[in-house]
């Protein structure tokens, strides 16, 4: 099953393409934009740009440190540097040379991270990134995208390019459907989405997770459960007040993520609700495995990430709220 | 004595063929891959297992006197486990297992998940410091077993391996052979193109290595060399093994964007008759 199917989601084309296709965007607007490759870009779609602007393209190579350092020297220059490979070689490889190189220094850089999650399917452990939330969630000065869908990733491009400062970006092998109408998907850094309305419980998705999410609001509302769908598109900085408000409102809450559980996004959420407004809460993501080779559809089952894993919590979530008499 | 090592010689060629094959189905069944990368290296790694070059038990994959083989380029996985599959560390069939949901068959390899597999590879650029550490666990341990390595050309991009290269001379690592698959192309285009390595043999001279090179698809040139390189003292050596990317099948060898391309069925039929006309 894919997500989305569930809650009639239009599907799309892999979310890389759209990724590529949005970097094109930006470099033709802005000539400040230089892309640099860990000799990916045909993986990641960041080729795109190298056809259009060789000039402004720049394979370093299978050396990650490298690529980081080079990037960040580019910022330094004034240059908007787009670094792009696959999450994982990026943040596994390059760790400190983002964090001092770019992080620290507080540069203008962008890290865009492909091939998050598990969805990459049959490359299999070595390749994914399935802690990349977390590794980059330690570096305090980085904005942290996650888009969910096609519109959305075009937005978070642009918001990229636009912010100053450090970015990651997360972008995915996989096919996300719609959520929004190409022309019409509210992005806002640091504002999270409502995608559906609901006051018994909130789930609250990043990336893939939201249309999964969508489907299981669908599930729920068969048994007279109606979920609220947060979309976190920005998971720093994290959007405080709708947290707050989901915990006031609908008293339960639901995290879903393609991530591991420790230091994604549930557990940055649930720090806040448990300082601002505890409430009960259930977590949908990997719990402390390393995912084998696949198809990613197969996959998402066997680890617990499909809609129906997401009701199952949500209904727990709303036991534990109704067993508090809350 | 000379018809003898003709005949080994046209039996390694077989070995070739078939393990060539195992590699084509393996990759076409899972439809994902890295064919065109495990083609190139065929020769290289049926000449340590088969061609008396390696010192193993397969029913005792964790012998400590064995000779190590550690595949840096772990993209190469259906290569090295259709060889260990040859080499009868795990039966035949489960290769038809590569990248199925509930196998050990893992599309990188996973130390640990497949008798043989010394070493977790698939992020570039680890594989020879992974070797000078079993180099320097030997020697603590009173073993003199051989470590070979297989890295990619494009792999020798990485920082790491370089970082390797030093300290392996710096331990005067001896026993450490490292084989370089050097098929010209990486990922998205031809090495000389995207980052180029040349001068590569006096990088690695330079570096404090002994350095031979061989034409990788030819048992009579690769088996002699490698000889040599064990009798090196007092410096690790490599052998630049001259290789094509896809070796053997006509349209991979042409075309650089089947890295990380498993062939359709209509292709693997008639890469197979290529392949079989050519063993
Ligand atoms: C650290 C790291 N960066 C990027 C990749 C993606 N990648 C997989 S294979 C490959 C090209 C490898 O080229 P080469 O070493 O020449 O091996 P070949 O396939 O030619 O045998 C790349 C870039 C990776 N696996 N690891
Ligand atoms: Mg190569």
Redesign the pocket.
């Known amino acids: 099953m894919q997500p989305g199917e569930i809650a009639g989601l239009k599907p799309s084309v892999p979310l890389r393409n759209i990724f590529g296709e949005a970097l094109l965007e930006v470099a033709r607007a802005n000539p400040k934009v230089v892309v640099l490759d ?3 870009g045909n ?1 990641t779609k960041a080729e795109l740009v190298r056809y259009e602007f060789p000039e402004r393209f720049f394979n370093i ?2 050396a ?1 440190s490298n690529l980081v350092g080079v990037g960040a020297g580019l910022a330094a220059c004034g240059f908007i540097p787009f670094i792009v ?2 999450s994982s ?1 990026l943040l596994c ?1 390059a760790y400190d040379q983002i964090r001092l190189a770019i992080a620290m220094s507080n540069v203008n850089a962008k890290i865009v991270g492909s091939h998050g999650g598990i969805t990459l399917g049959k490359d299999g452990p ?2 994914m990134g399935i802690e990349d939330l977390a590794l980059v969630g330690g570096l305090p000065t980085f904005v942290i995208l996650v888009p969910s869908d096609p519109a959305s990733m075009r937005r978070a491009v642009q918001a990229a390019a636009d912010h100053v400062g450090p970015v990651f970006l997360r972008s995915s092998r996989m096919a996300m459907p719609h959520i929004y109408p190409e022309d019409a998907c509210p992005f806002e850094i640091g504002k999270a989405n409502i995608v559906r309305e609901g006051d018994d419980v909130t789930i609250i998705g990043c990336g893939l997770m939201v249309s999964a999410a969508l489907d299981a609001a669908a599930l729920l509302a068969g048994e007279g459960i109606e979920a609220r769908v947060l979309d976190m598109h920005t998971l720093r900085p994290l959007d405080v007040d709708a947290v707050v408000a989901a915990a006031r409102e609908t008293g339960a809450i639901v995290t879903a993520e393609e991530h591991l559980l420790q230091g994604g996004m549930g557990s940055n959420i649930a720090r806040i609700v448990a300082a601002h407004h505890p409430v009960p809460m259930r977590f949908v993501g990997l719990a402390d495995v390393y995912v084998e080779s696949a198809d990613p559809y197969r996959l998402l089952e066997k680890y617990h990430l499909t809609a129906y894993d997401i009701a199952r919590a949500a209904r727990e979530a709303v036991e534990a709220r109704r067993a508090v008499g809350a | 004595m000379k018809d003898t090592v003709t005949l080994d010689y046209r039996s390694l060629r077989e070995k070739a063929r078939q393990i060539r094959l195992d590699i084509l189905d393996m990759t076409t069944k899972a439809a994902s891959g ?1 064919p ?2 495990s083609f ?2 065929v020769e290289i790694v049926t000449a340590l297992y088969f061609g008396g070059l390696l010192r193993y038990r397969p029913h005792q994959p964790d012998w400590p006197e064995r000779d190590r083989f550690i595949m840096s ?4 996985a259906p290569l090295l486990y259709a060889v260990l599959a040859h080499a009868g560390y795990f039966d035949r069939s489960e290769l038809w297992r590569l990248r199925q949901l509930d196998s050990p068959v893992q599309g ?1 390899p996973i130390q640990g998940m497949m008798p043989g597999v010394e070493a977790t590879t ?4 680890q594989g020879l410091s992974l070797g000078v550490g079993h180099i320097l666990g030997g020697r603590l341990n009173g073993l003199d077993y051989r470590v070979y390595v297989l ?8 920082g790491q391996i370089w970082e390797a290269a030093m300290s392996a001379a710096h331990f005067r690592a001896d026993r450490l052979i490292a084989i370089l ?1 050097y ?1 010209k ?4 285009g031809p ?1 000389s193109r995207e980052m180029a390595l040349e001068p590569l043999a006096d990088k690695w001279r330079s570096f404090g290595w002994h350095v031979e090179e061989a034409d990788g698809h030819d048992f009579e040139d690769i088996i002699p060399r490698l000889k040599a390189l064990q009798q090196v003292e007092g410096q690790p050596s490599i052998l630049i093994a001259h290789t094509v ?1 896809g070796k053997g099948v006509s349209f991979v060898e042409a075309d650089y964007r089947f ?2 391309r498993a062939l359709t069925p209509e292709q693997a039929e008639k890469a197979r008759e290529e392949i079989n006309a050519t063993g």
């Open positions: 860990g000799d990916l993986s190579g299978i990650e490979s696959f070689f490889n070595t390749q | 890295h065109s990368s190139s290296a380029k772990g993209h190469a990188h698939g992020s570039l650029g890295l990619g050309d494009g792999e020798c991009q990485a698959d098929n192309y990486q990922e998205t090495i990317k890295h990380g």
